[in-house]
């Protein structure tokens, strides 16, 4: 079993909430890692139907059936269980980690956590595989290896085919999970979207082009959009907005949270096609954005990432907030050190009397120029 970094903070936290949500998308470990953590724990899984149905129509006796402690999967599907959880925790508040709950759609989480266990429970979100945990496992895969087969745990646990992880994932998902959100009634103009989204990863999402291309409202982009969000299969990054007034664009970049899904989505079926593909730049963008992305999330840090474009055409990758300090990073795909990769992070530092590290992320040797840290994207630090 791949051993994951945000286990030593969930068990922390274990010792201090009655209850424990894990969130994250489909297949990223979330019952392997509950189970693990929580070995002495009954377990139930409310995709099974007669569970579903027994927590459903009886939700008090369904929790008499199986005390805690209790790992819950899936605890979406009986939002009403939620309040439930509430009374029991409530009748012994000094118990803690006495419910583990697991859930891939966070809205429907989410609503009924904040409505029935404000201040019981502590929120966790596992993403799929960091580049660390990979290497945890053996050799690190080249990086068109890596950018195709992405960073989902079956992937590298049990051999699993990339393309064929890939192909029942984005089948599963639109089937059933955008369905029960969405309540589709054309899949085709959906999957269309989703392809494009993949198309502009580390790109300004423009909801009306994206709209034009598809066929749909930019409403209706923006509502398709915040589903991808809240399923966890993409996560936005806004501008930079502090200290800047308005000379900055406003428009979000998209990431997916799983690169080998994106590379799916717009047509690679092979490493070999990974570094002449013309959308190479964003992918690689997208694997060090979504490793740091993910470095946060298990050390029980918020993301706190954006960019920087002005109207000029000035840009930084990324911005990460420490406090009041803020890192700096440029990601270039390239294997050559050049000391000019660095000039952009040294000019907005220039201005921003907050900036701290400053980072090229290459796939090169470690280097420093103007103060920059050069760093291969294996080794990125958060």
């Known amino acids: 079993m791949i051993k994951r970094q945000i286990a030593e903070w969930l068990s922390q936290i274990a010792t201090e909430y009655a209850v424990i949500s894990i969130m994250g998308p489909r297949q990223s470990g979330k019952t392997t890692l509950a189970k693990d953590l929580f070995r002495d724990y009954d377990y139930v899984n409310l995709e099974d139907p007669d569970m579903r149905r027994a927590a459903e129509v009886d939700g008090a006796d369904f929790l008499r059936r199986h005390p805690s402690p209790l790992v819950i999967d899936e605890v979406q599907r009986v939002p009403s269980l939620l309040s ?3 009374v029991k925790v409530d009748e012994n508040p000094k118990r803690k980690a006495a419910y583990v709950l697991t859930g891939s759609h966070q809205p429907a989480l989410r609503a009924g956590i904040s409505q029935s266990l404000a201040g019981r429970v502590a929120l966790a979100r596992l993403m799929p595989l960091s580049l660390s945990e990979v290497a945890s496992i053996g050799p690190i895969p080249s990086r068109e290896g890596l950018v195709f087969q992405g960073f989902m745990p079956r992937i590298y646990d049990e051999a699993v085919s990339a393309t ?3 192909s029942g994932y984005v089948a599963t998902y639109v089937e ?9 009634k054309d899949r085709r103009r959906f ?5 494009l989204v993949a198309g502009r990863v580390g790109q ?4 009306e082009s994206i709209a034009a291309e598809v066929g749909v409202s930019a409403a209706t982009i923006k509502s398709w959009l915040s589903v991808l969000e809240a399923s966890f299969i993409v996560f936005t990054v806004p501008c930079y907005y502090r200290n800047f007034g308005k000379r900055f664009v406003k428009a979000p970049k998209v ?5 080998g899904l994106a590379s799916y989505l717009i047509g690679i079926r092979e490493p070999a096609q990974v570094d002449r593909d013309p959308l190479f730049g964003g992918l690689f963008e997208n694997m060090v954005v979504a490793d740091i992305f993910k470095q946060r999330l298990n050390a029980g840090r918020e993301p706190d990432m954006y960019f920087v474009r002005d109207y000029k055409g000035f840009e930084v990758d990324l911005l990460v907030e420490n406090g009041r300090k803020v890192d700096l990073y440029e ?3 390239s294997m050559s050190f050049n000391e000019s990769f660095a000039a952009n992070v040294v000019r907005l530092a220039e ?3 907050n900036a701290d590290r400053k980072f090229v992320v290459y796939s090169g040797y470690p280097a420093a120029a103007s103060g920059v840290e050069f760093v291969n994207y294996a080794n990125v630090v958060a």
Request: charged share 25%.
């Open 176 to 184: 059933r999970d955008v369905n029960e959100m969405l309540a589709l």
């Open 204 to 207: 300004l999402m423009v909801y």
């Open 164 to 166: 064929t992880l890939h």
């Open 255 to 259: 990431y997916f949270t799983d690169v």
């Open 84 to 86: 439930r959880i509430q």
């Open 331 to 333: 990601i270039k795909s």
């Open 191 to 195: 999957e269309t979207f989703l392809r």
């Open 351 to 353: 201005v921003l009397p």
